[in-house]
């Protein structure tokens, strides 16, 4: 039996799990995978993948490096295309520059040199066709507020629910790690998206920062209803927040609730050779076995 057939097996997409919180733009599906392969070239990266992720839903992906995860998130954005089945976000097939899709690619480092202000850089993200041919929104170019527009109180707005208010008018390249990676998450959110798509957003993160910041999106998730899509590769500061987890390895894909894929018999099934999913005092998990048999902590 496959990973993503034990997985339907275990009834993973039981519409009847959701945390609380109030229900905004829940309870449609957001993303149908259905016998989904990619292929890079001639290689086939995973393959035989169904899953649905509901609106609303915290989502993590983990899985190990070159397992397929960024790939996943490039398919959802129109700029890989399957190789077979089917695949369908927010109840169409993907395209390019979906402006209800935010997007924070995995990235690393800003140059220290870089002067652009974060107010700015957010601001810029605000999706065009809400621009007036003069770069101004249609419906206040002859107002009196002519020259605040929509996107600067989106971009103040989405800074305020990253936390980051007091970085506004600060440079890109004076920022810290944990600092920078929230005003990313203000640029994905300006434009009010109803989908999130983090790659590893919490890299480079301490554990404390690291928290928080899973504390700042799962926030999102529940006042936006925003369907939210995370890379990591430690799915501990998040795991008691998830939904859902998507786990890729050795070319396939399994989904379902974090107690139900986060087991020893699911990641055995999914590699194909022993793993270990240990739980310690304080409840974190730590991974041990898999593709290489090198220990991998949560994922
Ligand atoms: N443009 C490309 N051309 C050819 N192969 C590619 C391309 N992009 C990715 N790949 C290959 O596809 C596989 C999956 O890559 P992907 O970047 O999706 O992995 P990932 O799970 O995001 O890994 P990581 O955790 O290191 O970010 C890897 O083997 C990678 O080398
Ligand atoms: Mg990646």
């Not at 733009?25 to 995973?46: F, N």
């Not at 839903?57 to 890989?80: S, Y």
């Amino acid at each position: 039996m496959s990973a993503t057939a034990s997985a339907s097996a275990l009834g993973l997409d039981d519409p009847a799990h959701r945390p609380g919180g109030d229900p905004l733009r829940r309870g449609g599906i957001a993303i149908h995978a259905d016998r989904l392969e990619v292929r890079h070239g001639s290689k086939v990266v995973w393959s035989n993948a169904g899953f649905d992720v509901r609106s609303g839903e915290f989502v993590a992906l983990i899985g190990p490096n070159g397992a397929g995860k960024t790939t996943l998130f490039r398919m959802l954005l129109g700029l890989h295309y399957p190789s077979a089945g089917e695949l369908t976000v927010l109840g169409a097939p993907p395209r390019r520059g979906n402006p209800r899709i935010g997007y924070v690619p995995q990235r690393h480092s800003i140059d220290e040199d870089t002067h652009l202000a974060c107010e700015t850089l957010v601001r810029l993200a605000y999706p065009g066709d809400r621009w007036g041919p003069d770069g101004r929104f249609p419906a206040l170019r002859w107002g009196p507020r002519v020259r605040l527009g929509p996107e600067r109180a989106a971009a103040a707005r989405a800074l305020a629910d990253v936390g980051a208010t007091e970085l506004a008018a600060k440079p890109l390249g004076s920022l810290s790690g944990g600092e920078l990676q929230r005003v990313f998450l203000a640029e994905a959110l300006v434009g009010d998206p109803e989908m999130l798509l983090l790659d590893e957003p919490l890299s480079n993160l301490d554990l404390r920062r690291s928290r928080e910041l899973v504390e700042t999106i799962h926030g999102l998730v529940r006042s936006r209803g925003v369907t939210t899509l995370l890379v990591a590769h430690d799915i501990n500061p998040m795991v008691k927040c998830l939904d859902k987890v998507i786990y890729i390895a050795n070319g396939q894909v399994a989904t379902g609730r974090p107690e139900e894929v986060l087991t020893s018999e699911s990641l055995t099934a999914l590699y194909g050779v022993r793993v270990e999913v240990l739980h310690d005092s304080r409840g974190n998990l730590v991974i041990v076995g898999g593709e290489d048999d090198r220990g991998e902590e949560g994922g």
